[in-house]
């Protein structure tokens, strides 16, 4: 079945640096493939997403590429914030109908000043 | 604007006694899921439904049950709590395109002792 592997947290750093969040995925198909995020106390909110191959998703800063070839859809930003600590969900959506999302683990991000 | 609102937020039951989880959503969507998320293993649906009166399992559905009489409306029904339960569940609502957001509740927090 569908499965997606996200790098475990926490993960700290210091404001201004930089983020990668790795994430893979093992699917049948194109799946359609997302980022959403946590902030303490809340639900969860879509942060970009990618429907195809090579689309790039962005938002907020914050970018990820749909890379087929290595299944892979890493979420990138160039200068953290205090403000992005969150916790970070992969997910993706096959074309079975439904979109019932399959997520990975999440990983919590924490930024310090 | 209220989008997807669960209620309660908080909750602390006994082993063997029942309860039910409110989901109730403005959005006029016609897919709603719930989903429980436990530390360390993401989130992982227990039930969807794709349109009044309409429901199916998801991957984790033992232990709950779920009906859908309104397109509002989709409540999550725990017969015989058990200490497994324990976790938090989001209610969530979409249009059921592979490519689409979907829209979150704030959580209800489930503590089985």
């Known amino acids: 079945g569908d499965s997606v592997t996200q790098m475990e947290g926490p993960v700290t750093l210091s404001e201004e640096a930089f983020l990668t969040i790795n994430c893979t995925y093992t699917?049948?198909?194109?799946?359609?493939l997302f980022w959403y995020v946590q902030y303490p106390g809340e639900g969860l909110q879509l942060l970009l997403k990618a429907t195809k191959a090579d689309d790039k998703g962005s938002n907020k800063g914050f970018e990820a590429t749909y890379r087929k070839e290595t299944t892979s859809f890493h979420l990138e930003k160039g200068s953290v914030q205090v403000s992005d600590s969150a916790v970070y969900f992969c997910a993706l959506s096959d074309r079975g109908g439904g979109n019932k999302l399959t997520f990975g683990t999440g990983t919590q991000l924490k930024v310090e000043l | 604007n209220a989008g997807v609102t669960q209620t309660p937020k908080f909750r602390i039951l006994k082993i063997g006694q029942s309860m039910t989880l409110q989901c109730t959503q403005d959005m006029n969507h016609n897919y709603m899921y719930w989903y429980r998320q436990d530390p360390g293993m993401g989130l992982k649906l227990i039930y969807y439904?794709?349109?009044?009166?309409?429901?199916d399992k998801g991957e984790v559905p033992n232990g709950y049950n779920v009906s859908r009489s309104t397109t509002e409306d989709f409540p999550l029904r725990l017969e015989l709590a058990a200490p497994s339960q324990t976790s938090v569940y989001f209610c969530?609502?979409?249009?059921?395109?592979?490519?689409?957001?979907?829209?979150f509740g704030e959580g209800s927090r489930l503590t089985v002792l």
């Open positions: 699917a049948t198909g194109y799946p359609s």
């Open positions: 439904s794709v349109g009044a009166g309409i429901t």
């Open positions: 969530a609502g979409g249009t059921g395109v592979s490519t689409g957001e979907l829209f």
